[in-house]
């Protein structure tokens, strides 16, 4: 998927959060996206993580169930108009390779896990695009099953990003999971909740804001029973909320709750997404929160409309990186447009036709030299761990890996066991787009304005064959010489190169 491309007419944006699974499908005409269908299921994710922090049989069991069935509505659906994201719960479960790979035959397409940060950039997206424009500064909460962001942001760009690490089922399971509701108990959960926001709680308020929102499941379902139950106040205000505490309280039990819009499903975690909310609201001052009509599904879906436009955030990121970090741009810009040459030449041979390997190959092309910025020794290495751990909003997790993968493959020794961790496809190509951006780097080592000459690389297996004019070798005896150094250190790697 590059800039210029047209828009795909149908989008799909599958959100497999720590508590629901949801899918939204939407035409996209005119440069607005309009819904054709909606699932949600309640899978409760997080609740299946045990102490080892493995997902147990019964959650997998759940997920990939609903997985199936969302599968069955994206079949027909190319990749490039599909995105799939996990949130806290995938982020924190362990030796979850294999059932990455379960859920990605049921639903047909890939799975990113997004950070924290990036999962409140995607909130902060699909509020901001379903919410009348406002130039003024707006406050965004999402409780969600595993995490809860907060995000204040102008217009379409958030100034302000958190995520923090509780959420309604964690929270629900902390100190309600036998259902039993009680004052101390609701006190204590509070309690986590406020010491999750000390760290916070000063940044937001001097920011400030006008307008507070809150997004998805918990905050809905809390402000539709504020609507019935005060129907002369109908606003999630401190005083409301905490009217509802008390009723929630005096129930003693989820199973006692006897509030229409809270059913089965929902009832388990309602105390405690009701404590996570009540805390936030006091804490943060917020005098009235109104109700998000979109949440992170949206947001991803104009995420994708953005990949297809001037508006990926990905290469915002890039482009932001590169002037972070001082990267000489016309050095870059030599190595992206060598790199990219020789893709075009052996992408059918290598499998690399999919649009994420040229992606990938330029964005490397472009940042492997930001550790320059802190030493010249071992430089590849910094620029590698800088980003695998930079906040670089729109990347999920794994292209974040396949990045520094990549970046940090393309001097020196290859060493391949980095890239074993990758997720498929690039645990087995990714190798090939190291080869690729190892010879660009090469052959523009001496940084000469110069353009290269034609370059032919043909390639079968893991045998290269290096094509290059014999008057322009000779002319470039460094060249050679590194040539030769990269015959063996490609050879220790598995791949033969030769050079003519």
Same mark, same amino acid.
């Given at each position: 998927m590059s800039r210029g491309h047209d828009v795909p007419d149908v989008l799909a944006a599958v959100d497999l959060g720590s508590n629901s699974f949801h899918m939204v499908v939407a035409r996209h005409s005119h440069g607005q996206l309009v819904i054709l269908d909606r699932l949600r299921e309640m899978v409760r994710l997080a609740a299946g993580l045990g102490d080892s922090g493995r997902l147990d049989d019964e959650a997998t069991d759940r997920a990939l169930r609903c997985l199936e069935r969302f599968g069955q509505r994206l079949r027909a659906m190319q990749a490039g108009? /599909? @995105?799939?994201?996990?949130t806290n719960a995938l982020r924190r479960a362990r030796h979850k390779r294999g059932f990455l790979e379960r859920a990605r035959a049921a639903l047909g397409h890939p799975i990113e896990i997004i950070?924290? !940060? =990036? =999962? &409140? %950039?995607?909130?902060?997206?699909?509020?901001?695009? #379903?919410s009348p424009m406002n130039p003024d500064k707006r406050l965004v909460i999402d409780i969600g099953g595993g995490s809860t962001e907060v995000v204040i942001g102008e217009g379409f760009n958030p100034l302000l990003l958190e995520s923090l690490s509780v959420g309604c089922v964690g929270l629900g399971i902390e100190y309600f999971e036998d259902g039993k509701i009680s004052e101390k108990r609701f006190e204590r959960a509070r309690t986590a909740v406020r010491l999750e926001l000390e760290p916070i709680q000063e940044a937001y308020r001097k920011m400030g804001w006008l307008q &507070?929102?809150?997004?998805?499941?918990s905050? %809905? /379902?809390?402000?539709?029973?504020?609507? @019935?139950?005060?129907?002369?106040? @109908?606003?999630? #205000?401190? &005083?409301?909320?905490?009217?509802l505490a008390d009723r929630v309280i005096a129930s003693g039990h989820v199973d006692e709750l006897d509030i229409e819009e809270v059913d089965a499903e929902r009832a388990p975690v309602f105390p405690s997404g009701l404590a996570i909310l009540l805390e936030v609201v006091e804490n943060f001052g917020i005098e009235r929160i109104r109700v998000a009509e979109g949440a992170m599904r949206e947001g991803l879906l104009y995420d994708l409309v953005g990949r297809y436009t001037d508006e990926d955030a990905r290469v915002r990121s890039v482009r932001a990186m590169e002037k972070r970090y001082h990267v000489d741009g016309l050095q870059a810009d030599r190595i992206e447009a060598t790199a990219v040459a020789l893709l075009e030449q052996v =992408?059918? =041979?290598?499998?690399?036709?999919?649009?994420m390997a040229e992606? /990938? !190959? %330029?964005?490397a092309a472009r940042l492997h030299e930001v550790g320059l910025d802190i030493a010249h020794s071992k430089y590849h290495r910094h620029s590698a761990y800088l980003l695998q751990h930079a906040d670089m909003p729109g990347f999920p997790r794994e292209e974040q890996l396949l990045l520094s993968a990549l970046v940090g493959g393309h001097r020196r020794?290859?060493?391949l066991e980095v890239i074993e961790d990758l997720v498929p496809p690039w645990d087995h190509h990714a190798e090939f787009l190291i080869v690729l951006l190892r010879l660009a780097v090469l052959m523009h080592r001496g940084r000469s304005p110069q353009? !290269?000459?034609?370059?032919?690389l043909i390639v079968k297996g893991r045998t290269l064959n290096l094509e290059l004019p014999a008057r322009w070798m000779k002319e470039h005896p460094l060249t050679l010489e590194d040539l030769e150094q990269e015959r063996i250190y490609l050879r220790e790697a598995g791949f033969r190169l030769n050079i003519a």
């Amino acid at each position: 998927m590059s800039r210029g491309h047209d828009v795909p007419d149908v989008l799909a944006a599958v959100d497999l959060g720590s508590n629901s699974f949801h899918m939204v499908v939407a035409r996209h005409s005119h440069g607005q996206l309009v819904i054709l269908d909606r699932l949600r299921e309640m899978v409760r994710l997080a609740a299946g993580l045990g102490d080892s922090g493995r997902l147990d049989d019964e959650a997998t069991d759940r997920a990939l169930r609903c997985l199936e069935r969302f599968g069955q509505r994206l079949r027909a659906m190319q990749a490039g108009s /599909v @995105r799939v994201v996990g949130t806290n719960a995938l982020r924190r479960a362990r030796h979850k390779r294999g059932f990455l790979e379960r859920a990605r035959a049921a639903l047909g397409h890939p799975i990113e896990i997004i950070s924290g !940060l =990036e =999962e &409140a %950039r995607l909130i902060y997206s699909g509020v901001a695009h #379903t919410s009348p424009m406002n130039p003024d500064k707006r406050l965004v909460i999402d409780i969600g099953g595993g995490s809860t962001e907060v995000v204040i942001g102008e217009g379409f760009n958030p100034l302000l990003l958190e995520s923090l690490s509780v959420g309604c089922v964690g929270l629900g399971i902390e100190y309600f999971e036998d259902g039993k509701i009680s004052e101390k108990r609701f006190e204590r959960a509070r309690t986590a909740v406020r010491l999750e926001l000390e760290p916070i709680q000063e940044a937001y308020r001097k920011m400030g804001w006008l307008q &507070a929102y809150g997004s998805s499941g918990s905050v %809905r /379902v809390i402000g539709d029973v504020l609507k @019935r139950l005060y129907p002369d106040d @109908r606003k999630i #205000t401190l &005083a409301n909320l905490q009217k509802l505490a008390d009723r929630v309280i005096a129930s003693g039990h989820v199973d006692e709750l006897d509030i229409e819009e809270v059913d089965a499903e929902r009832a388990p975690v309602f105390p405690s997404g009701l404590a996570i909310l009540l805390e936030v609201v006091e804490n943060f001052g917020i005098e009235r929160i109104r109700v998000a009509e979109g949440a992170m599904r949206e947001g991803l879906l104009y995420d994708l409309v953005g990949r297809y436009t001037d508006e990926d955030a990905r290469v915002r990121s890039v482009r932001a990186m590169e002037k972070r970090y001082h990267v000489d741009g016309l050095q870059a810009d030599r190595i992206e447009a060598t790199a990219v040459a020789l893709l075009e030449q052996v =992408e059918s =041979e290598w499998g690399l036709e999919e649009p994420m390997a040229e992606l /990938v !190959l %330029r964005w490397a092309a472009r940042l492997h030299e930001v550790g320059l910025d802190i030493a010249h020794s071992k430089y590849h290495r910094h620029s590698a761990y800088l980003l695998q751990h930079a906040d670089m909003p729109g990347f999920p997790r794994e292209e974040q890996l396949l990045l520094s993968a990549l970046v940090g493959g393309h001097r020196r020794q290859l060493v391949l066991e980095v890239i074993e961790d990758l997720v498929p496809p690039w645990d087995h190509h990714a190798e090939f787009l190291i080869v690729l951006l190892r010879l660009a780097v090469l052959m523009h080592r001496g940084r000469s304005p110069q353009p !290269l000459p034609d370059v032919a690389l043909i390639v079968k297996g893991r045998t290269l064959n290096l094509e290059l004019p014999a008057r322009w070798m000779k002319e470039h005896p460094l060249t050679l010489e590194d040539l030769e150094q990269e015959r063996i250190y490609l050879r220790e790697a598995g791949f033969r190169l030769n050079i003519a």
